[in-house]
């Protein structure tokens, strides 16, 4: 990334995805460094380890699912929104809940999230493919409940 780039960029936009930009390039340096800043009081060993194994030393139950180390994704999926409110229609909750019944998930997400500043951010970024996200900024959401 240029430097040009980084000084018109708002600060809003510079810290978060440049982070993950750095941790990513490094994450053994990354590790060391959130320890020697105090950002995390867990042992360097453990803070390593979630940031640099590799998905095939863990058995996950789910086939299609993989661990994922620490990280960021930088975007709101839009699919994780509609599949968090279709979750809430069946969550136990105490109290009046007829909200919930009333509440459409697609509305929902129109209503809630503006993506569009994440969208010029990732644009200025070097694109979704710069956090390894789809060039379209789309996924499945695939929730199994046990």
Request: charged share 20%; no cysteine.
């Amino acid at each position: 990334m240029s430097l040009y780039l980084y000084e018109v960029l708002p600060a809003s936009e510079r810290l978060d995805l440049i982070a993950q930009l750095r941790i990513n390039s490094n994450r053994t340096k990354a590790a060391r460094m959130l320890i020697q800043n105090h950002y995390l009081p867990q042992p360097l060993s453990a803070i390593t380890k979630a940031l640099t194994y590799l998905p095939d030393q863990y058995r996950i139950t789910h086939p299609s699912w993989q661990p994922q180390r620490i990280g960021y994704q930088p975007f709101p999926f839009p699919t994780f929104t509609k599949a968090l409110v279709s979750s809430m229609h069946s969550t136990i909750v105490d109290g009046d809940t007829g909200f919930l019944a009333r509440m459409d998930p697609d509305t929902a997400r129109r209503e809630l999230v503006d993506d569009s500043f994440v969208r010029e951010s990732l644009r200025r970024l070097g694109g979704p493919g710069a956090f390894g996200l789809n060039a379209d900024l789309t996924r499945t959401e695939e929730v199994d409940p046990q």
